[in-house]
């Protein structure tokens, strides 16, 4: 009986080790959030991660890394550090026109209205947005001190703009602030 045991138990640890990063990795809607994100050198842990609905549809789940965790979205809005947030979509066919029209009003809401003074960077980040979002695509927003936003499609850099810290505050604010778009999300990404 031992001698069956032992091997199954190698086997076992052999899969595990095989498997390597992914056993940290965070499923959530039918897919997987990797543990961490590497930013410019540095590493940037998953803070929380939760399931953006439409009217009981799952679009995407929304992953948020940090420096360091967090269960205030506050913390995060207001303070100058490299962060990310990546979207695995669920739903297939998510227009660009329906991606720019959720940022633009989750914008509204994060700012209360008053977009005036960040409207260029709004323009330039929603021109980031060119193609349909399918099922499986993974957008990554990120977000460096002294570099600007950044979006990724699938491990490939669309395009970067210049951020301040109000449009920081805006951007971070569509799924962390005090009216996000989905409150489900939010908590989920603040680890509640």
Do not use: C
Not at 31 to 43: F, M, N, R
């Amino acid at each position: 009986m031992n001698s069956i045991i032992l091997p199954l138990r190698v086997l076992l640890l052999a899969g595990l080790l095989a498997v390597g990063g992914g056993l940290f990795a965070k499923e959530i809607g039918g897919v997987s959030l990797p543990d961490k994100l590497t930013v410019e050198g540095q590493d940037l842990a998953l803070n929380g991660a939760g399931l953006r609905k439409k009217l009981f549809i799952k679009v995407y789940a929304g992953g948020l890394y940090l420096p360091a965790k967090t269960k205030k979205g506050e913390d995060v809005i207001n303070t100058d550090q490299a962060a990310a947030i990546r979207l695995h979509f669920i739903y297939d066919g998510v227009s660009a026109e329906k991606l720019t029209g959720a940022w633009n009003d989750g914008f509204e809401a994060a700012t209360g209205g008053n977009t005036a003074d960040i409207q260029k960077e709004i323009d330039g980040f929603n021109a980031l947005f060119t193609e349909e979002a399918t099922k499986n695509d993974v957008y990554d927003i990120i977000y460096v001190p002294g570099k600007g936003v950044t979006l990724k499609i699938n491990g490939e850099a669309k395009g970067s703009i210049s951020a301040g810290e109000n449009f920081r505050k805006a951007l971070w604010g569509i799924w962390l602030g005090d009216k996000p778009a989905d409150k489900g999300l939010k908590k989920g990404m603040l680890g509640a």
